[in-house]
């Protein structure tokens, strides 16, 4: 590791094996390291900054909240993003600056986070305090007036075992009212620390690319088909963590200019396959606002600032929400494999239980999801046994037409019941050219069990499962035809 003054040398500016990112104003350059070490082991481990904490190390409880600024894509100065630590891999930090919960301290003075936690008992044991803190800190610089709703959102991925949420959200609500301290703008000293040739780093045998392009990254994928393509790490970061698996090669996409594309076209939501959760969503629920209770719910603002669509698509777990939601509104993919392109849909993408359509060496470019059409009504449901932060027991999508009272197209998928995600052609036989009545419903209720052979695990036994779906059809048919239904399904949440 070298420390270096920014207004400094670049000692090894173009030493493509280094990973270079700004820590508490000065530059940092590692290099000979894991590449899949996480960045919480580097700070406790090597830099032995303790103040960022290790609980579950899956992105669970939150103990390990940093934030990292980063320059943003369309050129306009930088963002800052809470993340999960303990399941970032170091090289995922280069280009950026990481702020841990020891930057935020001027000196004596504690930061206005760190004030409003002490005046309002917000900390017991102060386990989880760090990462309380953090959380707010990006609250903070991206909201200068939150709601206790912003609030309960931002700490959605934050656990505390003994002080207890209400002074905690007292803090938060408090926090803007004391002498504000604005983050320093580091956009410049991020721009110099910008790379010319891609991040390739080789340790011991394993091998990490940050693929700039495309074509580089599809070269990469001919020359390595096996190897291990990593996005925000929501998933593989606990491959390592949890199940202590060694990767040989990894192929970061993050850096990939094509894959981190957002736009809407006259037809579609084109999404790249690299784009996180916390960008993609609010445009995609600008055009679908039935998916908004489902991708607020979808983890945490960390895991959704990491994880992208394209990862959860990728992995293809039978509990993913994203494609639940995605495959009823007729989502398809665009794949890669050397120069070739071609086009799937997302229907039909799932083989069998995390088994998919990608050939060795292919990847996700882009998800196209059509833009909505009048006459339909689309919605979403997820059903976990707590409110934020928890894999779906059971998830399900709709898209209904109706005609003069007749049901003339609908599509349901469901997520949590089988081996993977996919739609309910039986139940939407039952209901398609019948007139949308609660009798039409009871008897596509009846279709879900022909659907689905549902799963029975620690969430929720299969008989649990199948009455939740049934029940989840029941409630969507009873939202279309009372819309005040709606809120009051939603835990009294209202925006
Ligand atoms: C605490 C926690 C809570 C979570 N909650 C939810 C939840 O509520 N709902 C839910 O659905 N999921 C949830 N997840 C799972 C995870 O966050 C999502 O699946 C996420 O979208 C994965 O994206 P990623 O970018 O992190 O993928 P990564 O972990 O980087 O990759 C996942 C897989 O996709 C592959 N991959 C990534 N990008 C591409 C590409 N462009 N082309 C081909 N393959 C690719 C990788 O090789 C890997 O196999 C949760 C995870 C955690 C840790
Ligand atoms: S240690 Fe629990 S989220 Fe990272
Ligand atoms: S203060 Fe003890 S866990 Fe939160």
């Given at each position: 590791m070298v420390l270096l003054?920014?207004?400094?040398?670049?000692?090894?500016?173009?030493?493509?094996?280094v990973i270079r990112f700004i820590l508490d104003g000065e530059l940092i350059e590692v290099d000979?390291?894991?590449?899949?070490?996480?960045v919480l082991q580097y700070l406790r481990e090597d830099l032995r900054r303790m103040g960022t904490k290790e609980g579950c190390a899956e992105g669970d409880c939150g103990a390990c909240t940093v934030v990292l600024a980063e320059l943003r894509r369309d050129g306009k100065g930088v963002e800052l993003k809470a993340v999960n630590s303990c399941i970032q891999f170091l090289p995922t930090l280069d280009g950026k600056e990481l702020i841990t919960v020891e930057s935020l301290v001027n000196g004596e003075e504690l930061h206005p986070v760190q004030k409003a936690m002490v005046d309002y008992h917000a900390?017991?044991?102060?386990?989880?305090t760090p990462g309380f803190i953090m959380s707010l800190f990006a609250l903070y610089e991206t909201n200068p007036n939150p709601d206790r709703l912003d609030i309960d959102d931002a700490l959605a991925g934050n656990l505390c075992r003994?002080?207890?949420?209400r002074p905690i959200i007292t803090a938060a609500l408090e926090m803007?009212?004391?002498p504000r301290q604005t983050w320093p703008d580091r956009t410049m000293a991020l721009k110099k620390i910008q790379r010319k040739e891609s991040l390739q780093i080789e340790y011991q045998g394993r091998r990490f690319f940050a693929p700039e392009n495309c074509a580089e990254l599809a070269s990469l994928l001919q020359q390595y088909p096996g190897a291990t393509m990593l996005a925000g790490g929501t998933d593989v970061g606990l491959w390592v963590t949890k199940q202590h698996r060694e990767l040989d090669v990894v192929i970061y996409t993050g850096k990939v200019a094509e894959l981190c594309e957002l736009q809407v076209t006259a037809t579609h939501i084109d999404i790249g396959g690299a784009v996180t959760l916390s960008e993609a969503v609010p445009i995609v629920v600008e055009h679908y606002p039935g998916f908004d209770e489902l991708f607020r719910r979808f983890a945490s603002p960390p895991i959704r600032n990491a994880g992208t669509l394209g990862g959860n698509i990728a992995n293809g777990s039978p509990i993913g929400d994203s494609m639940t939601a995605f495959m009823v509104v007729g989502t398809s993919l665009v794949l890669r494999c050397g120069d070739a392109e071609r086009d799937v849909m997302?229907?039909?993408?799932?083989?069998?239980?995390?088994?998919?359509?990608?050939?060795?060496?292919e990847f996700v470019v882009r998800i196209k999801i059509p833009l909505p059409t009048e006459n339909a009504v689309v919605s979403s449901q997820k059903w976990s046994k707590r409110f934020d932060q928890d894999i779906s027991a059971v998830c399900t999508a709709y898209r209904l037409v109706v005609d003069d009272g007749t049901v003339s197209s609908f599509r349901m998928a469901c997520g949590g019941l089988a081996a993977t995600v996919s739609r309910a052609r039986n139940t939407e036989a039952a209901v398609v050219g019948q007139p949308w009545t609660e009798a039409t419903i009871e008897n596509a209720c009846q279709a879900i069990a022909a659907d689905f052979a549902p799963i029975s695990d620690m969430r929720a036994s299969a008989n649990i499962r199948l009455q939740a779906s049934q029940n989840m059809l029941r409630r969507f048919f009873a939202e279309t035809q009372d819309e005040e239904l709606e809120t009051v399904y939603m835990y009294g949440r209202q925006r």
């Open positions: 003054d920014l207004q400094g040398q670049l000692r090894r500016m173009s030493d493509a094996a000979n390291v894991d590449p899949t070490r996480t900390s017991q044991c102060g386990f989880c003994c002080t207890g949420y803007g009212f004391l997302l229907d039909g993408f799932y083989h069998d239980y995390m088994t998919n359509d990608l050939q060795p060496g």
